[in-house]
């Protein structure tokens, strides 16, 4: 009877383990698709790594991260951010950036933000215009000549996060 209690109890253990890791996977998977502010699934061609008032997180776009420190006045980093032509995360000194062009950066899923998020948010779009980054300003002018928008430096992007 012992015997049979300690495989009972063995397996449960198994069991438990192994949801524990799965949840864990999960959950790391799900923070590296989601906005860490707005909860929108991350375009890989705009996601960004920043922190903001010095915690780090994935970002949908450059422009969601400085709206976040502008709200809530606090510092910005940009730690990455991706190069649109490529894909690849760069860093983003010496990067340019691309403002208030016709491309869409989030797909809008209202449905998704959670009720503890500012209602505001609703009628005000903090991504939009979704800003994006290039490694190479010709890159950068190319995209600005077909879809607009203004050819921001880092610099330029960052004082945006101090405006009130
Ligand atoms: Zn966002």
Known sequence: MAKKASIYSTLVLIVVAGLFAGGYLLMNRRSRMECGFCRRQ????A???AEVGGRRRDVCCTHCAVTEAR????SLRLIAVTDYPTGKLVSPEGAWFVEDSRVIACQHDMSKMDESKHMEQLAFDRCSPGTFA???RKAA????DQNG???RSLPEVLA?????
Do not use: R
Not at 141 to 144: G, I, K, L, S
Not at 160 to 164: D, H, L, N, S, T
């Open 42 to 45: 991350i375009n890989a061609k």
């Open 47 to 49: 996601h960004v790594v």
């Open 71 to 74: 709200q809530e006045k606090k």
């Open 134 to 136: 290039f490694s190479d």
């Open 141 to 144: 002018e190319a995209f600005v």
């Open 149 to 151: 928008g203004v050819l």
């Open 160 to 164: 945006e996060a101090e405006q009130q």
